[in-house]
Nanobody
Framework: QAQVVESGGGLVQPGGSLRLSCTAS????????MGWFRQTPGQAREGVSC????????YYADSVKGRFTISRDNAKNTVYLQMNSLKPEDTAMYYCAAAPYCNGSDLGGGEENTYWGQGTQVTVSS
């Protein structure tokens, strides 16, 4: 049974930084692209960033370019999202997912082949 678990969320002041982690188990991590998404109540889910299985290609939503960095460690089955210069509008529940490929900052390959975590809350507020 594939499982994806996020961690690292919390409360941070504007301009601050957080690093989110996401560890996958029960799947061959090297075969999957990994993505980060965020959602606020009443809003559509937004693809924040995606990284291909090898880490060679990385994609970002325009809203986070230059501030967020995605990376992965295949030896640890873990993907990271380093978030710098955080803004109040970055406040959201952040989700990690594994899927066959990236489709820009979104994931592709079908929902039946996508594994989602439960999310970690990020709040940017003074």
């Amino acid at each position: 049974q594939a499982q994806v678990v996020e961690s690292g969320g919390g409360l941070v002041q504007p301009g601050g930084s957080l690093r989110l982690s996401c560890t996958a188990s029960g799947l061959n991590f090297d075969d999957y692209s990994m993505g980060w998404f965020r959602q606020t109540p009443g809003q559509a889910r937004e693809g924040v960033s995606c990284i291909t299985w090898s880490g060679t290609s990385r994609y970002y939503a325009d809203s986070v370019k230059g501030r967020f960095t995605i990376s992965r460690d295949n030896a640890k089955n873990t993907v990271y999202l380093q978030m710098n210069s955080l803004k109040p509008e970055d406040t959201a529940m952040y989700y990690c997912a594994a899927a066959p490929y990236c489709n820009g900052s979104d994931l592709g390959g079908g929902e039946e082949n996508t594994y989602w975590g439960q999310g970690t809350q990020v709040t940017v507020s003074s």
